[in-house]
Nanobody
Framework: QLQLVESGGGLVQPGGSLRLSCAAS????????IGWFRQASGKEREFLAG????????SYADSVKGRFTISRDNAKNSVSLQMDSAQPDDTAVYSC????????????????WGQGIQVTVSS
């Protein structure tokens, strides 16, 4: 079974940057689209960004467009989410997920999920 592991989370100051990574063990991500999601305390999980298997197509939520950038390195079997201009509202648990059919916001179409990693934006 494909296992996804997030890394790079932690504490960042408002206006700062953080780079999250999503890596897979034992299976290649080459043929899977990857999405990043987050869930803040007391809120529903929301889609942030997605990237197609080839890396040629991306999708972003309006709330992070222009601040977050998703990219993938198939040679390293990983996908990254670059977070810039962090805001306190970005505080949440961030998760990556893999899909065979979509890189967009349709959560029910993602088959594999990571455990998630905490990101806290605070001074």
């Amino acid at each position: 079974q494909l296992q996804l592991v997030e890394s790079g989370g932690g504490l960042v100051q408002p206006g700062g940057s953080l780079r999250l990574s999503c890596a897979a063990s034992r299976y290649t991500l080459d043929y899977l689209a990857i999405g990043w999601f987050r869930q803040a305390s007391g809120k529903e999980r929301e889609f942030l960004a997605g990237i197609s298997a080839s890396g040629g197509q991306t999708s972003y939520a309006d709330s992070v467009k222009g601040r977050f950038t998703i990219s993938r390195d198939n040679a390293k079997n990983s996908v990254s989410l670059q977070m810039d201009s962090a805001q306190p509202d970005d505080t949440a648990v961030y998760s990556c997920a893999a899909s065979k059919v979509t890189w967009k916001s349709y959560q029910h179409l993602y088959d594999y999920w990571g455990q998630g990693i905490q990101v806290t934006v605070s001074s």
